[in-house]
């Protein structure tokens, strides 16, 4: 045992990076570009455009030139407010509308304007008034899509290998966007988002996990974060160039499904893992994709890279059970539920947060695509620094910092007054970057965490109580329309809890990997404890 030797020192004659190693990163991250517009296009599918009842007036001056009257002006003519009109009958007059008082319902449909979109999902189905609910509960289906998605591709990718999961779900996030965008009713286009949903965060984790599996531990961290989050903020900062251009939701979705067509011929370029191959025992094929790295990094490969013993070690560690690991594994031994519970909660409020800020954009005032624009940049930056800083400062103090940063940030809005419009759009994007950084670190960390044999599966946990977080968040943006500032009060005080909570966790920088659960590293407030349990074990 002495001797033993873990997978990352048998394949470090590959170097570090090679030109494998950045074919994969390229690839994978790219990869990554997908998803990140994907889970943000509801910002421009969904937004609602002005809009009035519709109503049977002449909107020309009454100087008798044929000159449109502004939208905002019809509106005032026609009603109170968007939601009502005044009744109308045959002596209707300019003068005579602002002595009216007595209004009705929009009986006749609404009109919207096309200032800014040609369609979105709210002017096609007339989701306004008291159809309103129905456009947080279709992003909020797009949510429970990726709860399901990372509930159940950590366990296919752990069962079937992390290639097919990668390229199917990459197929059914292309595929469901072109179908959606063909939606005859809202019922299609939200049980079509939940699908779409499904295929984007289970592209997304199990890129990641591939990936990861398949790097040293330096540029297993670069991969994370300047490939794979950029790669994500990349995406998420194209999306509001596409929707500045295309202004109808149904072109937009098939512009941003097309780009998936372009993974078809990567199939022959990115490997099955080699961890996973070992742990299903397939030890000729995990030998065969590090011959095949070697010699596209032009360096020699031993005759035996895994020899008889070590390859044993690799895999007899796992147990006798190797195939039948469950979720059941990840709450089995006190480590292993303490570092899951703490995954859970820790990952709800971060993703409660950064989708709660990232889709509050339309809640913003200014320009829609430019407040996108630049809370995608401010993204794509924090993912660079957060780089430079993840392997100086310790795991938890950053996850900490940036998570507590954000927070205050939060609840200093609620002190600013409500007139002060750009100081609240100010606060609200630099609270952002907190929460950018700690998003992008969680999935760094937690990889770190948690053993190979369970890894998909403890990320997809994570991944879930994510998604359960994000299905609640629209909800919270909906507050908005009663006080603008009440949302940015529940994700600053997430935040702050889920900051206090990640200082329990241990630090895993320049660790390796751990294979199996044994090697999980212990949270900090059980150290001691489990240092007086272990002795008293013994005699057992």
């Not at 490997?271 to 299903?280: D, H, I, M, V």
């Not at 560690?317 to 089995?332: A, S, V």
């Not at 957060?386 to 940036?402: E, G, I, K, Q, Y």
Request: glycine share 6%; aromatic share 12%.
């Amino acid at each position: 045992m002495g001797d033993m030797k873990d997978f990352d020192e048998i394949t470090s004659f590959l170097g570090v990076y090679g030109f494998f190693q950045i074919l994969i990163m390229v690839l994978l991250s790219s990869s990554a570009v997908t998803s990140g517009y994907s889970g943000t296009i509801v910002v421009f599918m969904s937004d609602t455009p002005e809009h009035r009842c519709r109503g049977s007036v002449n909107f020309t001056c009454s100087n008798g030139t044929d000159v449109e009257v502004p939208f905002r002006e019809q509106s005032s003519w026609i009603g109170p407010d968007s939601c009502s009109r005044f009744k109308l009958d045959e002596n209707w007059t300019e003068t005579a509308q602002s002595q009216r008082n007595d209004t009705e319902l929009c009986l006749d449909g609404w009109v919207f304007s096309t200032e800014r979109y040609t369609s979105t999902i709210v002017s096609e189905w007339d989701l306004v008034c008291d159809n309103a609910w129905k456009v947080p509960f279709s992003t909020s289906l797009f949510f429970v899509g990726v709860l399901i998605g990372s509930f159940i591709s950590g366990h296919l990718s752990d069962r079937f290998g992390r290639k097919p999961v990668f390229f199917f779900t990459m197929a059914l996030q292309t595929v469901t966007a072109l179908i959606q965008a063909t939606s005859v009713s809202w019922l299609m286009f939200c049980i079509l988002n939940c699908l779409r949903g499904l295929g984007q965060i289970s592209n997304y984790v199990t890129s990641l996990v591939l990936g990861s599996e398949m790097l040293s531990q330096t540029a297993r961290v670069t991969y994370a974060l300047l490939g794979h989050c950029v790669g994500f903020g990349v995406g998420y900062a194209l999306l509001p160039l596409f929707a500045y251009f295309i202004r109808g939701w149904r072109m937009l979705l098939v512009a941003t499904a097309i780009p998936g067509f372009l993974f078809i011929p990567t199939w022959w370029l990115i490997p099955e893992s080699p961890r996973w191959l070992l742990q299903k025992g397939r030890v000729e094929e995990a030998e065969l994709v590090i011959r095949v790295a070697a010699k596209r990094n032009r360096v020699p490969a031993p005759e035996v890279i895994f020899s008889d013993g070590e390859c044993l070690e690799l895999m007899q560690n796992k147990g006798e059970e190797e195939q039948t690991y469950t979720y059941l594994d990840l709450i089995r031994t006190p480590n292993m539920r303490n570092i899951t519970i703490l995954s859970v909660f820790i990952w709800m409020a971060v993703a409660m947060v950064f989708y709660g800020l990232s889709l509050n954009t339309s809640n913003l005032n200014g320009d829609i695509y430019l407040n996108c624009f630049i809370s995608a940049a401010i993204d794509i930056v924090l993912y660079i620094a957060t780089w430079m800083l993840v392997n100086r400062v310790s795991r938890p103090t950053l996850l900490f910092s940036t998570l507590m940063f954000c927070g205050i940030m939060l609840l200093v809005i609620k002190l600013v007054p409500e007139d002060m419009q750009v100081m609240l759009q100010v606060l609200a994007l630099v609270g952002k970057i907190g929460v950018s950084a700690a998003y992008s670190i969680i999935y760094v960390f937690f990889s770190e965490l948690i053993p190979t044999v369970v890894r998909n599966m403890g990320l997809g946990i994570a991944s879930t109580a994510a998604r359960i977080g994000s299905i609640i968040c629209p909800y919270v943006i909906y507050m908005g329309v009663y006080s603008k500032i009440l949302p940015y009060v529940v994700f600053g005080t997430i935040s702050i809890m889920a900051a206090a909570l990640t200082m329990l966790l241990p630090d895993t920088r320049n660790s390796k990997l751990p294979d199996i659960i044994s090697q999980a590293k212990p949270i900090r407030g059980c150290c001691c404890q489990k240092k007086k349990l272990e002795p008293s074990q013994i005699p057992l």
